[in-house]
């Protein structure tokens, strides 16, 4: 089973590999992977998902496996990386393949060094943005001299996907979001996402405080670009995260406490770079195994089998299903079926956020 991937980026020392290193060794690691450190770089990490705690308990069930998300500490990019400085076009390139993006803002202050001298989160945020959407921009300059080519010969698909890429380089060049939602068409959504553009890829802030940080009034002016640009952040004390991490659950609270951090900054980033992805889970139930997956939103009953194996879409005969809540409130299968919860949904139905299913298939 393949996790989808958020990627770390930032410019150098701003914290981007003590979070990685408090990610892949928090309590968050997933149990289920013996190699959770693939690489030195990439960590798979559980997504925290408390329905799945009630399911595993309620079947008092052997093994419980969550959902999971991959993280890649990408290195530093710095000014100039779309050029290729600092092994910039290696990094874009990294970054290019990841699903969602996780900028890190250097919001501590401290003796480590800052490339640009002085601590401006907002500042490296139009840096880096600038970099990654110059670096889209390359691409889609090359694409549309070579669909230039095509569009004389008069052929109607080049006709339609010039008109795509000249509407995102007007969008990129006017620093505004990409308005993917304009895209609805399927072939145009399809159009876009070859063009495997860093600018669509959904993308969370991290403001990375530490034992002395910027100013409540920069703070406050930071999240508000941050909002107009109708993108979301987490605030995360990263090293003191990554110093906690092997404490016992009630003493990181009365750590956490003293700092008088409410939430812990690493599974509020997991669970919103969950959702950024827009991603829905059902559930498997039973004894054995509780079991989470994920799929995107709107996908359709056998496609949704085929995420537990390929037989299960190809001989896809119907989908039981529990609403979570009912399956609680009844206490079992058995006990949901006898009240007359479980629907029996064909090949058409939508699963929905939560339906706990149990596939019936033939091979
Ligand atoms: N004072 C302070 N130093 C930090 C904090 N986070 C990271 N550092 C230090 O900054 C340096 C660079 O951190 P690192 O995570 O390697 O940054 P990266 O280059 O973005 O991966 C290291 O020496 C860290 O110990 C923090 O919150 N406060
Ligand atoms: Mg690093």
């Not at 930032?10 to 981007?16: E, M």
């Not at 959770?36 to 770089?41: D, G, L």
């Not at 990408?74 to 393949?97: P, Y």
């Not at 501590?108 to 907002?122: A, C, R, Y």
Request: with cysteine.
């Amino acid at each position: 089973m393949s996790s989808l991937s958020c990627g770390i980026v930032g410019l150098p020392n701003v914290g981007k590999s003590t979070i990685f290193c408090a990610l892949t060794n928090a309590a968050v690691e997933s149990a289920n992977y013996p190699f959770t450190t693939i690489e030195p770089n990439i960590a798979i990490v559980d997504v925290p998902d408390t329905r799945l705690d009630s399911l595993a308990e309620l079947l008092n069930s052997k093994k419980k496996v969550p959902t999971t998300l991959k993280f890649v500490d990408i290195a530093g990019l710095v000014k100039g990386a779309s050029k290729g400085e600092g092994l910039g076009n290696k990094f874009l390139g990294n970054i290019r393949e990841v699903d969602s993006i996780v900028h890190v803002l250097r919001c501590f202050k401290g003796e480590t060094t800052h490339v640009m001298e002085t601590i401006d989160p907002i500042r490296d945020l139009d840096i880096i943005s600038l970099e990654l959407a110059i670096s889209d921009l390359q691409i889609l300059e090359k694409r549309i001299v070579k669909l230039e080519k095509n569009k004389r010969g008069g052929d109607k698909k080049a006709i339609e996907e010039y008109r795509i890429v000249e509407g995102l380089i007007k969008s990129i060049n006017n620093n505004e979001p990409v308005p993917l939602s304009k895209y609805t068409d399927l072939e145009e959504s399809r159009m876009i996402k070859e063009l495997n553009l860093i600018s669509t890829k959904p993308t969370i802030y991290i403001l990375n405080f530490g034992n002395e940080s910027i100013d409540l009034e920069e703070i406050k002016k930071l999240k508000s670009k941050i909002e107009e640009r109708k993108e979301s952040f987490v605030e995360i004390y990263g090293l003191l995260e990554n110093e906690i991490k092997d404490l016992e659950e009630d003493e990181k609270k009365l750590f956490l406490d003293d700092y008088n951090i409410k939430a812990q900054g690493l599974s509020q980033l997991i669970e919103k770079s969950y959702y950024i992805l827009n991603l829905i889970t059902y559930y498997t139930a039973g004894p054995e195994e509780s079991r989470a997956w994920s799929i995107g939103d709107q996908t359709k009953a056998p496609s949704a089998a085929g995420k537990i194996h390929t037989d299960f879409e190809k001989g896809f005969i119907r989908a039981e299903i529990i609403e979570f809540q009912d399956f609680i409130n009844s206490g079992s299968e058995e006990d949901s079926k006898n009240k007359g919860l479980m629907k029996s949904e064909g090949k058409e139905y939508i699963v929905k956020d939560g339906d706990i299913i149990h596939f019936r298939y033939n091979v």
